[in-house]
Structure formats: C-alpha cells, structure tokens
C-alpha cells in the first residue's frame, strides 16, 4: 500500500512540476506577481512530493520489503544498514529517482533563496526547473519505475553488487548527483538570460555562487569517485580514463571554466555570449555523462547491466533539452555583444586564455571519449581509446594552463604589465628552477614526474606568493603582513585554496610516475622487499562478515630496526547471495604515500599469488581535490554573493578579489 | 582559432598513435600476419578447462568464440569475475606464434554484464546465445 502511495506521489509531483513550469513562463511573460508566487510554491511541493517518494523507498529498502522488483534486485536481509541504505541509489531505477530529487532540491532553493533576483528571471528559472523535472519524471514513470511490484514476495533478495557495498561508493553518487544536477541551475539561469535577452554584470554575480555550489559537489564526488577505485578495484591506479570516468570530467571542466568566465562578464561586462554557452554546455555534459553511464553504449569498467530502451528514453532527453537550448542560444547570441575589446595583457586577458585551454581540454576529452562510438558507427571496426591517447592530448594543454594559473591573479585588470608580473614572481620561479634540478640532478627521477613536480611547485609558490602580495605592504613586519592576510575576503582565500589544492593533486599525481610495482608468489613465513620495504607473509586465515566469507592474508611491515611498523591485512572476500568476489586491498598510508597489497589466488603447493605497489603521494591525489573543494566552500561563505549585505572591512587597498 | 587548429592537431596526431583496436577470436587468427606487434584488444570466453598456473606465476587460458581459441599468457592477478566460461577482454600484443600476450586482463564489475565487443565478437562468429550469455548468470531464487 505504501509503495503505492510511492508511485502516486511521483505522478502527483509530475503534474505539479508542468504547473510550475506553465506558470513561471506565464508569470514571467505577463510579470503577474500572483502567478509568479504560485511557480514558487510549485518548486517546493514538487521537492516535498519527491522526497516523499524517496523516503518511501528508502522505507522499502530498510524493511527489506522484497514485493518490490528494485528492493529484491538489489537487496538482502542480511546486508548491514548503510548499505540498504545506500541501495536505493546503487541501481539504475534508484539512481534516475535520487537525479530528480536533487532537481527538486535545486528547483526548490532557487524557490527560497533567491529573494535577490528579479521576479521575471526567478520565475524563468524555477520554471525551466519544473519543464527538466517533468522530462525526467515521465522517463521514471514510464521507463525505470522504481515502485513495480511483483507477487507473490520472494523471501529474500539478490542482494547488492557487493563492490558498491563500500562506504565510499554509498555517498560517491549522491555528491557526483549534486554536482551534475546542481548544473541544471546555472543552465536554468543561462536560458532564462536568454528568453530575457538580458545578460549582464548582476547576472553573471547571481549564476556564479550556485555554479560554485554545483562545482565544489562535483569536485567532491569526482575525488570520492577516484578514491574508491583506487583502493576497491585492486589496481593500485586511481584514474583510468575511462568513458564513465571521462563523463564526470568534462562537466566538471565546464563548470571550472564558466567560474572563472562569470568573473570576467561579472567584472568588464565581457565575454558575455561565451559565458552563457558554457553555462548551456556544462548542463548538456552532465546529461551526456548520464546517457553514457545509463545507456551502456561505451565499453566501461565501470559498466553495468543496462538496458537499452532506457538508453534510448535519455537520448531524446538529452536531443530535447540540448537542441532547444542550443537552438535559442543560435537565435539570441548575437544580441548579446558587449563589453568591447581589451588587452591581451591583463587579468581578463588571462581569464580568456585560461577558459580557451579548459574548453579545448573538454573538447578532446569529448573527442576521446565519443570517438569509438563514431568509429563503431562508419565502419564494422571496434576500438578503445585509453590512457596514452589521453596523456598525450591533456598534458600539452594542461601545462601552459598550469603556468596561466601562477601568472593570472597576480595580473591586474584592464591592463597589465608581464615584466612587472615576472618580477613579482621572481621568487616562486627560483624555488621551480631549484626543486626541477634538484629533482633531475640529484634523485634522477624520470622525465614526466619530474615536470609534474615542477609545475605543481610553480603553482603553489605562485599562490604563496600572490597572498603575500596581496597582504603586505612596506614597512610591514611578519606578524602584521599575517594579520592583514586574515582579513583577505574570504573569496581571496577561497582562489588561493582551489589553486593550491590543485597543485597538491597534481604533486599527487606526479607520484604515480614512480609507482612501485611487485608481483610475486609467497608461501607463509617468506618475506618480499617493495621499495625497500620488508613484508613478512604470516598467512591467509578465513573470516566471515555480515553477508561475505574472506580469506584474510596478513603481512607484518617489518623497520631496519626489526619492529613491526603496521599489520596489512588484504581480503578475497567472496558474496554467496550475489555470487561474486572482491578484492579488499590493504592500503597503509603516510605522508608520503600509500604501501597498498593485493591478494591474488593459491596455487597447489599453498603459495598465494602477491601484488603489491608503493604509491609515492598517492593520498595528496584526494588531499588536494578535497582542499580544491573547501576553497571553493570558503569562497561561497563570502559575503559579497549576498547582495545588500554591507562590506565588513572597507577596503584600503583596491580590491583585487576574484 | 588557432588553439582549435592546434587542438585538432594534437587530436589527430594522438589517435594515430594510439587507438587500440579490438578483434574477436575469430578475426583476430584471420587477421594475425596484418596486426603485427600493435597493441590490440582481445574479447571473447575463457574456455573452461584451460586455465593454467605455471610456477613462475604466469597464467595461460584460452579465449575463445566456439570457433577459433587464442591461447593467452598473463602476468598478474586476475580481476575478481574473471572465470571459465566468461566473457573477458584482454589487452596486448599477438607474436608471431600466435600467442597472445596480455598486459591487462578486463572483467567486469557486474556478472550479468557481457562486454558488447565480446557480444559483437561472438554474433559475428555465429556462437552468440543470446540473451543467455549474460541474464540467465544471475541467480534466480
């Protein structure tokens, strides 16, 4: 019955979400402030109905109440709690229900918070929110209903893919979700300029906070996303560009782009037309991510069971939503001119090279990502595209960007002078040309790791630098530099930490290059060297857990000095109700990266096949993204996006915040 | 414009490069002499039975279509759904002796999920069963 009242409270939400989308465009074309206010009430019962139906699911989850076909598929009685949990959104069906809730979510908090805009555009927004949330919702009802039932009840279900029964993986897709979706706004906002035939300086202000809110989730989910990979899939890698992988990316570039092209419309009245494409474009990567995922067209790693209607379904979403809008965009953009010319020398200058660079890296991601399926379509043959394609593309593009990122915030607008710039930065590129020869010279580490290390040095010394200029003046000791950099804007701080946390991801990364690998076959009691490293092999002993059996090996990481310096305790862990196994790799980290061992199979004489990495930095990957991702949460605090809100601290100096 | 020339350049130059290509069984013993020493993908079943562990931790198993079977050695741990019977794709080079040699081994995180190049392979060589492959591998209870 409750389940009923699911599936009830669906279509009542999708009736509501075509009045709140028929009364926002007519409120607005009509400035009816009534009709305008009733779209708005519309917004929050759609969200209210959905987390209804959520909730109701979520319900059946917990109860384990297996007369519905999504419960049975993807639960059991015996799984732990967090894990039902998490199954509402580990399946397809659960998955699209969870994307239209947080459709709402964000359809909603334009609804509540967005008392600063005006009424028309409010109201163009929450209505394009409800004509999304509709499209979706019919795709539910029709294609992936969440609430079929079948009778009679099987006793018990088919449990969850036991490799999402992880705790990474059960909020990887909400925070992923939040971002993707949370794009829908800024691509609400976009059209709605559009339809108004108005973009300008107070709009670019008001779409840029919900983009970084969308953004920092998707930085977030991204890392989450990665990180489970790493230490789930048991092969020691973390990014394999693969085409789910690469459908995450491109929004995320996107979205990284249109913040720093807002900052440009917001502050020269410029760039305008470009910055509404990207705001179009970043919503039309996040549809695409999720034709990709949900389709199974691609070949994946990631990949699951699909079905191909549904594939179908998303594709005419995906043609609706992106044609139309593009469509418009074609008719409107060229009355958007504005702003005029301004010199290639100077913070607005940078801004545009730095967005070109982000969107061509999108392009041949998308390239990469779509170019099998193109391939597959012209001719019988069947090809990858994987990681050397990759490397090869992004790392020409990536670097001059990465040397952009030190020079930019330190350039003035307007106009800038590039030998003053280089002086300024005199100091951040001596320590770069002393850690590149330090790094060649001394340690002889490869080629590309060395790079690696030197543009991420670059970058943050950049960053260091660019906060003491902005926080020192003549004369001025340590402590009173120091305490005028806490009363930097916090918008300041937050560009300082995005970019720093960058340049702690690509130092991260660079630390792959050195990866040690070890594969060998071990009979208990002997013992293997990684990286100078001893690990003793004690042996394999069976474990249960809640809803798996394990054959646990443990390893005793012996110091020079015969102390036991951690115990790594790898796992086969095999699921009887799914029918699968997983690899538990045992993962020790320290600052300065990750000894990770995997445990293979046993052979006749009781030796167990072993592989084992040392990671160099490998947790300075998600240390980085997750700091990117608090820049960008301590920038969204900044009180200048609330407008009307006086200035704390009037400024003495003129003010260089973006 | 120049930073799209550029970029379609680069686009270019890197799929020529590296693409790798992907063959069934079948086409790939057909096609041994023209493939040469490229890295290429290799899809297909895991004939049951021909799974081998030598002492130096080298495995060797078949990959099959039900019409031609590529014999396979690779060094490493095998991914957790890699078993007889199921469809894998494999990466790395074919020698001259037509033994292939992977670098990586490709399974799936899903078991009722089949590779659609492995389908492809298999509905090529006429052995495809169907639906069969792939749903009727979950347990029904």
């Known amino acids: ?109 334009v609804a509540v918070f967005g008392k600063s805009l005006p009424s028309p555009l409010k109201s163009r927004v929450i209505a394009i929110h409800g004509a999304l949330g509709a499209l979706f919702l019919v795709f539910i009802l029709i294609a992936s209903n969440p609430f079929l039932r079948q009778s009679p009840a099987p006793e018990n279900g088919q449990d969850l893919n036991p490799l999402l029964q992880d705790p990474g993986l059960a909020f990887h897709p909400p925070l992923l979700y939040l971002g993707y979706v949370g794009l829908s706004t800024t691509f609400a906002f976009a059209l709605a300029a559009l339809i108004d035939g108005k973009v300008d300086a107070a709009w670019a202000r008001w779409v840029r906070p919900w983009t970084l809110a969308a953004w920092i989730c998707l930085t977030a989910g991204i890392a989450l996303g990665s990180w489970w990979a790493y230490y789930e899939l048991g092969w020691g890698g973390f990014w394999f560009w693969d085409p789910v992988e690469n459908a995450s990316l491109m929004p995320w570039l996107a979205a990284t782009a249109l913040l720093h092209s807002a900052i440009v419309a917001e502050k020269r009245d410029a760039l305008k037309g470009w910055t509404v494409l990207l705001a179009l474009l970043a919503f039309s990567f996040s549809l695409l991510g999720t034709f990709l995922v949900r389709s199974g067209v691609l070949t994946s790693v990631h990949a699951f069971a ?32 504005g702003g005029g010319l301004f010199a290639p020398i100077s913070r607005e200058g940078a801004l545009v090279l730095n967005n070109l660079l982000i969107s061509v890296l999108a392009l041949t991601v998308l390239v990469g990502t779509l170019y099998p399926l193109f391939i597959d379509a012209l001719s019988a043959a069947k090809i990858s595209v994987g990681p050397p394609y990759f490397l090869s593309v992004t790392l020409p593009l990536a670097a001059p960007l990465i040397i952009l990122m030190g020079l930019g915030p330190l350039m003035p607008w307007k106009r800038a002078d590039l030998a003053g710039v280089a002086g300024r930065l005199k100091f951040a590129g001596l320590v770069t040309v002393a850690v590149a020869l330090g790094l060649g010279l001394f340690m002889r580490l490869p080629l590309l790791p060395i790079l690696g290390f030197v543009f991420a040095t670059w970058l943050a010394s950049a960053v260091v630098t660019d906060l003491i200029q902005r926080s020192h003046r003549p004369g001025h000791g340590v402590g009173a530099t120091l305490l ?69 090996g443990q390893f ?70 997750l700091i990117m991702a608090a820049g960008g949460l301590l920038s969204l605090s900044d009180r200048r996006w609330r407008i009307g809100a006086p200035r704390k601290v009037p400024t003495l100096a003129p003010a260089k915040t973006g | 414009m120049i930073a799209l020339g550029g970029a379609t350049g680069l686009i270019l130059a890197a799929f020529q490069d590296n693409v790798t290509y992907f063959y069934g069984p079948s086409d790939l013993r057909a096609q041994t002499k023209t493939v040469g020493t490229r890295l290429i993908r290799l899809g297909g079943l895991v004939t049951p039975g021909s799974v081998h562990y030598d002492a130096s931790g080298t495995i060797q198993f078949t990959v099959g279509d039900g019409k031609a079977e590529i014999p396979v050695l690779y060094r490493g741990i095998l991914p957790d759904l890699f078993r007889e019977g199921q469809g894998i794709i494999a990466e790395g080079r074919i020698t001259d002796d037509g033994v292939f040699t992977a670098a990586t081994i490709l399974a799936k995180h899903d078991e009722t999920y089949m590779p659609p190049e492995v389908a492809g392979a298999l509905k090529r060589a006429g052995t495809w069963r169907g639906e069969s492959h792939d749903k009727s591998m979950r347990p029904k209870q």
């Open chain 1, 556 to 625: 005793r990481w012996i110091d020079s000095a015969g102390k036991i310096k951690g115990l790594l305790t790898p796992e086969k862990r095999q699921y009887p109700v799914a029918k699968t196994a997983t690899t538990e790799a045992a993962i020790r980290s320290d600052a300065l990266g990750d000894t990770y061992v995997v445990l293979g199979e046993p052979d006749s004489t009781g030796a167990w096949s072993i592989r084992a990495y040392r990671n160099p930095l490998a947790p300075w990957i998600w240390g980085g993204a």
């Open chain 1, 484 to 552: 005028k950099a806490m009363t930097l804007p916090r918008a300041t701080w937050g560009m300082a930490l995005a970019h720093g946390g960058l340049a702690i991801c690509l130092a991260g990364i660079s630390g792959a290059g050195l990866q040690t690998e070890i594969l060998t076959r071990l009979a208990p009691g002997q013992e293997f060297l990684l990286d100078g490293r001893r690990l003793v092999f004690d042996g394999v002993t069976s474990v249960a857990g809640p809803n798996y059996t394990a054959q646990r």
């Open chain 1, 306 to 337: 699909t079905d191909p209607t549904r594939g179908i379904f998303i594709l005419g979403i995906l043609l609706i939503v992106i044609g139309g809008a593009f469509g418009f965009y074609a008719v409107r953009a060229p009355s958007l001119r």
């Open chain 1, 1 to 109: 019955m409750i389940t009923e009242i699911g599936h009830f409270t669906l279509i009542l939400a999708f009736v509501v979400a075509v009045a709140q989308s028929g009364l926002g465009f007519v409120g607005a074309a009509k400035h009816h402030n009534g009709v305008i206010t009733s779209s708005a009430m519309a917004a929050i019962t759609q969200f209210i109905l959905l987390i209804g139906a959520f909730s109701i699911l979520m319900r059946a989850y917990i109860v384990s109440d297996f007369s519905v076909i999504n419960v049975f598929a993807n639960s059991h009685t015996a799984k732990p709690l967090l894990y039902k949990i998490a199954g509402v959104w580990g399946n397809h069906e659960g998955s699209m229900l969870l994307w239209v809730v947080i459709l709402g979510l964000f359809g909603a908090a």
